[in-house]
């Protein structure tokens, strides 16, 4: 038996931080040590990075609308200096720089956003987001020596200008400001940058600083965030997994990361960083992938993240902010290259262009599995995140000993005292963890119940990470006193409270009801004096139990665990709804939009609308509570032709370079003498609105590519195929085609990549070729609920 206790929390403390709305404010935002508040209620944001100027601006919509229905309801961006104010003095904020319209679109439909303003941001950018201008100025950056602040004035001063009117306290959406980035050491000026954005006529309820690496923030000024990632682009290029990665994969009330940016700091930090005790857990950069530096290419699935996610959530997170949660591209309509490179003395070589970081949504906004795992977890926040909000940690009596420890079964409790959510982690990246057998576990809460679950000895699969719930209010004065399945979600089906839970696969589901509960459906009751327990054989769609109470019945859906990745809360036409489809599809208003890349798909509604229109829809038929709609999509691709231009390609010199020394990637002038190949693309490719991605399959070290002479897209090879998204090149692509160019590994090269793909790096320093290409059309296609066709 696992044993964990759960007392009841102390108090928050409250009223010592200098933020907030002011009094009467609409949906007023308030922070204390446990949580975020809005509306007078706990709020747990989840919030993805998406950084504005590394995305054409025509698409932000439809990508803001992706986040959304990942579940974001918070966008974070940096804004960088270098790309505002390339020249001094002559400050941009138009086309693909418009702040103002970003945020003006966040706001439209209902997403906060996080203005992260530096001056010094970093995101891999030139300088960390510093105008190369600065340094010829004499003044002392990131401190408050004058000259340096008479600088950021005029910059800051233009942001805010940008954003007046948008903060949320004046009814728009910005919800917090991020002061610096990764300043460790400077406490004071982290204040005064606090002083003048305010003094320049930036407005938020927070106010907000990273906090990784034992930073001295100033003591009650600035909210502090944390962070963690699977893997570490920063590392050497050894075997090995970067070491100190493996905490994130344990439930512990240790918040610091001291690896990230620990190759950019010249000194460790003097104290131990902020007092955990006056702040809540927040965090801003829980990886939402890992980019790929020439040096250290990492391979990042979705397990590895979502895994970390809960991690983060088990030890008490009460903000989960993803870095990236959708990736982009380095901006080149600048005089000078805008990505961190070696020549601007940055330990690691990045690509030219691509900033894609294995994100949810990937740079050319393609959706990941990561973007399906994540959105279950995202699920379960808005649903019961108010409950979890108000719940501390309550780690086991038994704890793993360290970061090696493989064998100790990784669990934790978040609770009130009252009820709670059991946490497992039975996964991490790189060295798989053991199946555990018979395995119970017993919470004792405050009242001194002893709740023990599940009711028999169940096997935890290696690789499986969930939560599930203890005292969950499934409404109409009916508790659920636990169960062994991963709660989802909760509304109304025709008036009837409805919970959602998922199954974990290998796990059976058993739901611990009250006595004497009466229960319909497909699955076997069992009675005992203190709870009525009903095993679920076949989690499914049809597995739609109604539980009958003294105040009238209520719903609990099982779904298998693969379900759950396609189910989602949508609401149209006046009703909250479930949506299962294996594709994403976005809410606009009370339509509805399929991107796809299949040639047929399907959605599924519980409560299904009388009706349903668009083209390519075939009749609705049953799938268990569900009403299912096949859909067919439009004919095959448009192919495109290749042809070899030169096959041969020279070896170019291994370089090294940074402060560390590190493998350097190959320059502008070694793709001179690289193998070419010319990819002819139809114009038909582009009769649709969606993306169409030119999926590469090629043997070699690095690729670029290019239209019409001019760079658009590159790639360091890590193992997937590389796409490039065409629809921002339509016209060129279709009239002069796409040249690929590939360059062989050096052979002194030190280079990682992950262990499952070496034998394709080694292949590289033999041969440069493209080996396959094909072209990907993501379907857009649109749906309607007519008016009036409301089941409800």
């Known amino acids: 038996m696992l044993l ?51 995305y054409p601006a025509d698409r932000w919509r439809e990508e803001l609308l992706k986040m959304r229905a990942g579940g974001m309801d918070t966008v974070a961006t940096y804004l960088f200096w270098n790309q505002h104010e390339e020249h001094r003095g002559v400050l941009r904020f138009d086309d693909g720089l418009d702040v103002r319209r970003f945020v003006e679109l966040c706001g439209e439909l209902g997403l906060a956003v996080v203005a992260r303003i530096g001056p010094w941001a970093h995101g891999e950018c030139r300088n960390g987001g510093f105008p190369d201008w600065l340094a010829e100025t004499g003044c002392v950056p990131r401190t408050d020596d004058p000259a340096y602040l008479e600088l950021v004035r005029p910059y800051y001063a233009r942001i805010a200008r940008e954003l007046r009117g948008l903060s949320h306290d004046e009814g728009g959406p910005v919800v917090a400001v991020q002061i610096e980035n990764e300043l460790y050491d400077q406490p004071a000026h982290l204040a005064t940058l606090r002083r003048t954005a305010e003094e320049a006529g930036l407005r938020a309820p927070l106010w907000t600083a990273t906090a990784w690496g034992a930073a001295d923030l100033p003591a009650d000024v600035l909210l502090p965030l944390y962070g963690g990632y699977p893997e570490a682009f920063w590392e050497d290029a050894h075997d090995g997994w970067a070491r100190h990665m493996r905490r994130h994969y344990f439930f ?28 809540p857990y927040a965090t801003c950069e829980l990886g939402g992938g890992m980019a790929i530096a020439y040096h250290r290419r990492p391979l990042v699935p979705a397990a590895d993240i979502t895994s970390l996610a809960l991690a983060k959530l088990g030890s008490g997170s009460v903000w989960q902010g993803y870095y990236m949660y959708h990736g982009g591209s380095q901006r080149l309509d600048h005089e000078l290259p805008n990505q961190e490179t070696h020549d601007t003395g940055y330990p690691n070589d990045l690509p030219v262009v691509s900033y894609d970081f294995q994100a949810p949504l990937g740079e050319y906004g393609q959706v990941r599995p990561s973007f399906f795992a994540l959105r279950t977890h995202h699920l379960f926040l808005r649903a019961y995140g108010a409950e979890l909000a108000r719940m501390t940690p309550a780690p086991p009596e038994t704890e793993p000993d360290g970061l090696d420890d493989r064998s100790t079964l990784r669990w934790t409790v978040r609770s009130d005292g009252e009820r709670g959510f059991l946490f497992v982690n039975n996964h991490q990246p790189h060295e798989s963890l053991p199946r555990h057998d018979e395995v119970r576990f017993q919470v004792r809460l405050a009242d001194g119940r002893a709740v023990t679950l599940p009711d028999r000895p169940v096997s935890i699969p290696s690789g499986a990470h969930f939560v599930w719930p203890i005292g969950l209010d499934l409404g109409r004065g009916i508790t659920l006193g636990w169960a062994s399945a991963q709660p989802v979600t909760r509304l109304r089906v025709d008036g009837v409270p409805t919970a959602v839970l998922a199954a974990t696969a290998g796990v059976p589901v058993t739901l611990a009801l009250p006595a004497g509960a009466r229960v319909e459906g497909p699955a076997e009751v069992r009675t005992d004096p203190d709870a009525t327990l009903v095993s679920v054989p076949e989690p499914g769609t049809d597995a739609l139990l109604t539980v009958h109470g003294p105040d009238g019945p209520v719903r609990v859906l099982v779904l298998a665990e693969r379900q759950a990745l396609a189910v989602d809360k949508v609401h149209v036409r006046g009703a909250d709804r479930l949506l299962l489809s294996d594709d994403l599809v976005l809410t606009d208003g009370d339509g509805l939009r399929v991107h796809t890349t299949a040639s047929a798909t399907s959605v599924a509604f519980l409560p299904a609308p009388d009706a349903l229109t668009g083209a390519g829809l075939d009749a609705p038929v049953a799938d268990g509570a569900f009403t299912r709609w096949p859909l067919t999509l439009p004919g095959g691709a448009a192919e495109p032709t290749v042809t070899c231009v030169r096959a041969e390609a020279t070896v170019p010199p291994a370089r090294t370079g940074g402060s560390h020394g590190r493998a350097s990637a190959p320059r502008d002038e070694d793709f001179e003498t690289a193998a070419v190949y010319r990819v002819t693309v139809p114009a038909e490719a582009f009769a649709g609105d969606g993306e169409v ?100």
């Open 252 to 279: 512990t009330s240790i918040r610091d990361d001291h690896a990230i940016g620990a190759d950019l700091r010249s000194h460790s930090a003097a104290g131990t960083g902020p007092d955990d005790r006056r702040y």
């Open 4 to 54: 964990s206790n759960a007392p009841v929390p102390s108090p928050p403390l409250a009223g010592h931080l200098p933020m907030g709305s002011p009094a009467g404010a609409p949906r007023a935002v308030s922070v204390d040590s446990r949580c975020v508040h809005r509306d007078g209620k706990p709020w747990i944001p989840v919030t993805g990075e998406f950084h504005f100027s590394r």
């Open 693 to 792: 991605l030119l999926r590469v399959a090629y043997t070699g070290d690095v690729a670029r590519a290019y239209i019409d002479g001019r760079l658009v897209a590159d790639h360091f090879w890590y193992g997937p195929d590389w796409e490039i998204g065409l629809r921002r090149f339509a016209g060129q692509a279709a009239g002069h085609g796409v040249e690929i160019r590939v360059l062989p590994l050096p052979g002194a090269s030190e280079v990682y990549v992950d262990a499952s793909v070496r034998d394709g790096l080694s292949a590289a320093r033999e041969r440069a070729r493209v080996d396959h290409v094909s072209l990907v059309p993501v379907h857009w296609t649109a749906l309607r609920v007519p008016d009036g066709a409301d089941h409800d």
